[in-house]
């Protein structure tokens, strides 16, 4: 299995401009979580999804900030506008089940390092 | 307001001595807790996990103790070796929905030096 997949690896972009990170799971993984790595603050939990369906999005920051996922197999974060704030690393995990527990080990990808100029 | 705290940016350790990492949280609700590793430009990687029902959990070089009282757990690797140098994050599960939300402390990076 080619683990979880996170597109593009590294974004460079001005301040303003629309961001869309990708991020496709493990294949028969039923739950998607976003994560943002900051120095500061750790690996924050964004949003998290079952069975392509928004769970929590109490910690998306701002209504910048969106998240959709389509199909089992794909996922998007997307800031409009971005602003320099939001420069950290993105990952994506993912996990069959969702209660976090010995059997629902989250699985993360190897994240997208986004600098906003 | 930081639930889970690792209060140690850094570490660093010889070769064959103990590496101990910390973590403090706040929420007597958590239960259960996970420690997690990660390499430069790479994700997280699940490393170990313990109960609120057990006070210790062991994996080869790897022990995770837990004090509930203080609310403090621990990640004691015995021996270290280098390829252990890497950022760990300590991580505990909100119960009340069972919904798996995790949340992780800032983490604390390691260096074993040879």
Known sequence: DAGVIQSPRHEVTEMGQEVTLRCKPISGHNSLFWYRQTMMRGLELLIYFNNNVPIDDSGMPEDRFSAKMPNASFSTLKIQPSEPRDSAVYFCASSFGLAGGPRETQYFGPGTRLLVL | ?114
Not at chain 2, 29 to 36: C, V
């Open chain 2, 1 to 114: 307001d930081q639930q889970v705290k690792q209060n140690s940016p850094s570490l660093s350790v010889q070769e064959g001595r103990i590496s101990i990492l910390n973590c403090d949280y706040t929420n007597s609700m958590f239960d259960y807790f996970l420690w997690y590793k990660k390499y430069p430009a790479e994700g997280p990687t699940f490393l170990i996990s313990i109960s609120s029902i057990k006070d210790k959990n062991e994996d080869g070089r790897f022990t995770v103790f837990l004090n509930k009282s203080a609310k403090h757990l621990s990640l004691h690797i015995v021996p270290s070796q280098p390829g252990d140098s890497a950022v760990y994050f300590c991580a505990a599960r909100i119960p009340s929905s069972n919904t798996g939300k995790l949340i992780f402390g800032q983490g604390t990076t390691l260096q074993v030096k040879p």
